[in-house]
Each structure stands twice: as C-alpha cells, then as structure tokens.
C-alpha cells in the first residue's frame, strides 16, 4: 500500500519539483515557458510565491508526484482577492487523482486566507486538463485564439473560473499563508 502525503513545499524541494516541471517545458505545450529556469531562479520564484500563497506537495512513498501552487491573478490592486491555480504531476504518477487531491488542498487554504475566486488558465488543445477542470466544477470563460506558438504549433489558452467563497462588501485583505494558523481552524502545513 502507498503511502500519500500532501505537505506545504519547503526551498529544499525545488530540485525535485523543477525536475516534474522541466518536462513540461521541453516536451509539451502544457506550459508556454521555453527555457528551463536555473535551480537558482526556480527557487527564488518559489519564494516569492510562497511569500504569500500556498505551495503543496504530494509525496508517494517519499517521492514528488506531483505538485500545485496559487498565485497572484493581475498586478493590479483590485485583483488581490483572486488567484491563479497551477497543478503538475509526474508522468508516472497520471490517473492517480492526485491533481483533484492538491486543488483541494490548495484551494481550501486560499479560503482561510480570505481569497474568493481561483483561476486557471489551460493551454489549448489539451483535452485532459480541459475536462479536469470541467469535472472539478470550474466554468470556462473562453479561449484566446492563438496566443503563443510553441513546438512549432499556435496554441490557445482558455480560462477557466472557480468561486471558492461568498462575495462579501469591504472585504477583508487576504492573509499571507504564513499567518494561516491552527487557531483559526486550519491544520498547519
């Protein structure tokens, strides 16, 4: 029997997360990142992800994957209750309802953090993802026709949306993970 464990990701597991997503870059459209970031760079932008959002693992009997991520949605203020979803896992680790299991997750943690709707946007075609994020409930938005052009193809990329809270008037500022604690009812990851 497997042993599956979700966790927040630590610096110390860029190499092997790096290792699930460098895959993706130079093998799929999945992706519209090209070149694969420096150990260093991946690690920053890492950090500075974590700063403020969630970044989970899951291990299988000790092994990455798979993982997943929110991040800020637009550079603009109004923008900061919304967030962007980002899951990969590790080809060897598909069919295994880990992807569902890491939203979840995440999307849980983005709810005590005070945020109100999750996107994701998913390169097109990629009938997989697509039908993931329908199964999970998300509401596709439309599709950008054409907007990059990887591995010698145009691709598109549709959003998709996901309400995770009620809206509410004067919304309280969305907490940085680190302030999510035992005492306001989550677990601590």
Not at 12 to 18: K, R, S
Not at 35 to 45: D, G, K, Q, T
Not at 92 to 103: N, T, V, W
Not at 154 to 179: D, F, Q
Request: with cysteine; charged share 25%; glycine share 6%.
């Amino acid at each position: 029997m497997e042993k599956r464990v979700i966790r927040s990701a630590t610096l110390e597991d860029a190499e092997a997360i790096l290792g699930i997503y460098e895959t993706y870059i130079t093998n799929t459209v999945v992706t519209f990142e090209i070149e694969v970031p420096s150990p260093e760079s991946f690690r920053e932008r890492m950090e500075k992800i974590m700063a403020q959002f969630p970044w989970l693992v899951c291990e299988i009997d000790g092994e990455i994957a798979g993982y997943a991520y929110a991040s800020k949605h637009g550079e603009r203020a109004a923008y900061r209750w919304s967030a962007d979803l980002s899951v990969y896992i590790h080809e060897k680790f598909h069919r295994k309802h880990i992807a569902s299991e890491l939203y979840e997750e995440v999307i849980r943690l983005l709810q005590k953090q005070g945020y109100y709707t999750v996107y994701a946007g998913v390169s097109t075609p990629n009938p997989r993802s697509e039908a993931f994020h329908d199964a999970y409930g998300f509401r596709n938005l439309g599709e950008f026709k054409n907007v990059g052009y990887k591995l010698g193809q145009w691709l598109g990329v549709t959003w998709y949306e996901l309400p995770i809270a009620a809206y509410s008037e004067n919304p309280a500022e969305p907490l940085a993970i680190g302030k999510i604690t035992e005492d306001e009812g989550t677990k601590k990851l």
